[in-house]
């Protein structure tokens, strides 16, 4: 099968298939698209983001260190997720908002209470990188809906949920606004270094581009060829990732669409198709 990222170096795709829980649990085929970006001042302070090669490529794993990579390779996020890389001010506070909204939010003085499971990383990230390894993936206390007993009596955590996909699930003391599964286009996020937002923001507006990803498939009643190739359905594309160092003035984005293996023959798809949305 072939995967069609749109054109330019800025870019990398990827298909994948795995389960998703959104809105009912089933096998799905995934696209995933990453860009990576820096990013420029502009009037009024608000930086804007220009693709750019520098970090384009998908990560494939998310290793246990807490500086390590974040993995892309999932198929679906309870919320958006946002993570900032350094920027770090002598404290674990910050807030993140988007569109003047809470986003994500973390108390002065958030440290790791003794849970060696999950790692502090207030020395390294503003909002967090933590690793997707078993001990990592330990439900905080109040998530039960998140875990299940085992035979034995030990609580392990659910052998899929989307939301340990977001990285606020594995960094202590994150609380997060619950604003969606999507960040929106031209959406100006503010990213504060203290809890109660007193601080002047680094300020960064996202692209207002979107994207859209087409099955093709086999029709069976022409030539097997790329032009012949029918359209099986055509899925807008959810950013639903946003990784930013502000210091360095660089980051990635990753936007995602799936779709239920039930609604095509697999032996029949051929390609999928990742383009820029038509207005």
């Known amino acids: 099968m072939i995967t069609q990222r749109p054109e330019g170096p800025h870019f990398d795709a990827a298909t994948i298939n795995g389960m998703a829980r959104l809105p009912m649990p089933q096998p799905v085929l995934t696209a995933i698209l990453r860009a990576g970006f820096r990013t420029l001042p502009s009037a009024g302070g608000v930086h804007e983001v220009v693709l750019d090669p520098q970090a384009a490529e998908l990560t494939t794993a998310g290793p246990s260190n807490p500086t390590g990579a ?3 390779m999932v198929t679906e996020k309870h919320r958006a997720d946002i993570i900032v890389e350094g920027h770090v001010s002598g404290t674990a506070g910050g807030q993140v908002r988007v569109n003047n909204q809470i986003w994500l939010s973390r108390a002065n003085g958030t440290t790791d209470t003794g849970d060696v499971a999950k790692p502090a990383d207030v020395t390294h990230n503003l909002f967090g990188r933590h690793g997707m390894d078993e ?7 109040g998530t039960a809906t ?15 949920h989307p939301r340990l996909n977001n990285s ?25 270094q203290t809890a109660d937002a007193s601080d002047t923001p680094y300020q960064v507006r996202l692209p207002a581009t979107t994207y859209s990803a087409r099955l093709r498939i086999a029709s069976g009643h022409c030539p097997d060829v ?11 594309m959810a950013l639903d990732t946003f990784v930013i160092a502000p210091d360095a003035g660089r980051g ?23 383009q820029q949305s038509e207005d």
Do not use: C, K, M
């Open 70 to 72: 974040h993995s892309d």
């Open 135 to 141: 001990a990592n993936r330990l439900p905080a206390s």
């Open 146 to 160: 998140l875990s299940v007993t085992t035979s034995n009596g030990t609580v392990r955590t659910a052998p899929y």
């Open 168 to 192: 606020y699930r594995r960094s202590p003391g994150f609380g997060a606004g619950g604003l969606g599964p999507s960040l929106p286009p031209s959406a100006l996020v503010e990213i504060y």
């Open 226 to 236: 790329p032009r012949r190739w029918a359209i099986r359905q055509t899925v807008e």
């Open 252 to 274: 990635h984005l990753v936007w995602r669409a799936s779709w239920p293996v039930a609604s095509y023959d697999p032996d029949r798809l051929r390609a999928i198709q990742i």
